[in-house]
């Protein structure tokens, strides 16, 4: 994970980017705003953490144009300005969380691990992968190998709940219940045949199977390396 650290107390700074190296990241440091526009224009960080007074360019004002220049990279602001108006004004230019001088750091660290945390949870996985078959939940298509590989809605569904279960055992209660609705009688055929259709466009061709029927139990998508 990567920080950029706007902080113009140079003491506070190495003290902090020797407890967040210490802590396994790494840590970048700038020591006033138009710094930090720069760096953060050309570079990616996984967050920020900018104290509120700067030179040239303050803390909140260094946020608000990163929002407007839609950057949502995850913010932590320091400040020594703890009344409730300060910090209201500090969320709303567009910071994730507000941390008042003193502090401890491992305070410091506990909030920026909480906000790397929800930035990971509120970006949606649209892409699956087992072995070398590919899947874009965005784009609706799959491919093996680079090649492409043409599916039918049902087929395509079928596929995406066996790979989101990759390694495990599904069972056909499972497919009735997550792909068909409970559409269908749990004694028809129509999840072998659709597994059999699955399994000609996916595995032939290609030394290594990926999909195993799992006798008396269900059906597996695994790599079989």
Do not use: C
């Not at 691990?113 to 590919?134: C, H, I, M, N, Y």
């Not at 599904?170 to 497919?175: D, F, H």
Request: aromatic share 6%; no cysteine; hydrophobic share 40%.
């Amino acid at each position: 994970m990567r920080v950029l650290i706007v902080e113009d107390d140079l003491e506070a700074a190495a003290y902090m980017v020797k407890g967040l190296k210490e802590s396994g990241y790494v840590a970048d440091h700038v020591a006033d705003g138009r710094e930090a526009l720069y760096r953060v224009a050309g570079e990616t960080y996984d967050a920020l953490v900018v104290d509120r007074m700067l030179p040239g360019v303050d803390g909140l004002t260094i946020v608000r144009t990163m929002r407007t220049a839609g950057n949502h990279t995850p913010v932590l602001i320091l400040s020594a300005l703890g009344d409730v108006d300060d910090r209201v004004k500090g969320l709303k230019a567009g910071g994730d969380d507000y941390l008042v001088k003193p502090y401890a750091f491992a305070e410091l660290l506990a909030r920026l691990e909480a906000l790397l945390r929800r930035g990971r949870a509120e970006v949606p996985d649209t892409t699956l992968k087992v072995a070398d078959l590919e899947m874009d939940l965005v784009a609706r298509t799959v491919r093996r190998a680079g090649k492409a590989i043409e599916l039918k809605p049902k087929e395509f569904a079928l596929l995406e709940y066996l790979m989101r279960h990759a390694g495990h055992v599904v069972t056909r209660t499972m497919l009735l219940e997550n792909v068909w609705d409970y559409s269908f009688d749990p004694q028809t055929n129509v999840i072998d045949v659709h597994i059999s259709r699955l399994r000609q466009k996916i595995d032939k061709g290609h030394d290594k199977p990926l999909l195993s029927t799992i006798r008396g139990a269900g059906y597996s998508l695994r790599d079989s390396n």
